[in-house]
């Protein structure tokens, strides 16, 4: 489950999400599907009061996930937080797992975040929204609070907003619990 691979991809990687996102925004009243297929959204809330949403979810800091928990797997422990972002070069994965664990400023992980958001949205409004309508950005929210998230939620709006897709959601896993903040009313 923590590597996201096999069995246990379409669980950790859109199940998981979605259920981070109907948590805060569906009611017990509402109906949530997953087609377990490749069609072209990955789950549809079913609304009682109002329409249906087709959902895309996608992850951002894939790539650093992979490495930090095969770490993790292998050793018993490991680090959090790498801040490298999907577009990188293997060898930079490589040699950041190679070098001790660091700590890591607020900032950092925010100018992180920041970049992973940006290429995410720039290679889905590439491809088109396909028939979703609303898209769920997972990401590793567990690296700061809240409130340190809360104070970027402008900049990520200003990336979101020209989004194909009427509604943009960052999901994650925060310290304290799920966060899932609306980026693109």
């Keep these: 489950h923590r590597k996201g691979k ?36 990955d789950c549809n809330v079913c ?18 996930r992979l490495n930090l928990m095969q770490e993790l797997n292998e050793s018993g422990s490991g680090r959090g937080f790498l801040g490298l972002t999907d577009d990188r070069e293997t060898s930079e994965f490589c040699d950041a797992m190679l070098h001790e664990r660091r700590m890591y400023s607020t900032e950092e992980a925010q100018q992180t975040i920041l970049r992973a958001v940006a290429l995410c949205l720039k290679k889905k409004n590439k491809k088109g929204n396909k028939g979703a309508d609303t898209l769920l950005i997972e990401a590793p929210l567990d690296t700061l609070s809240e409130e340190r998230w809360f104070e970027i939620r402008h900049k990520l ?5 020209p989004s194909a897709f009427n509604e943009v959601y960052l999901v994650g896993r925060g310290v304290d619990s799920d966060i899932c903040m609306k980026l693109k009313p």
Excluded: C
Excluded at 14 to 29: D, G, H, L, N, S
Excluded at 157 to 161: H, K, L, Q, S
């Design 6 to 41: 096999g069995n246990l991809k379409r669980l950790r990687d859109e199940i998981t999400p979605a259920a981070r996102f109907v948590k805060k925004y569906a009611t017990r009243e509402d109906r949530i599907q997953f087609p377990l297929d490749d069609s072209d959204w």
């Design 47 to 64: 609304h009682k009061a109002t329409d249906n949403r087709k959902i895309q979810i996608t992850i951002i800091q894939a790539r650093e």
């Design 157 to 161: 709006i200003e990336m979101a907003t």
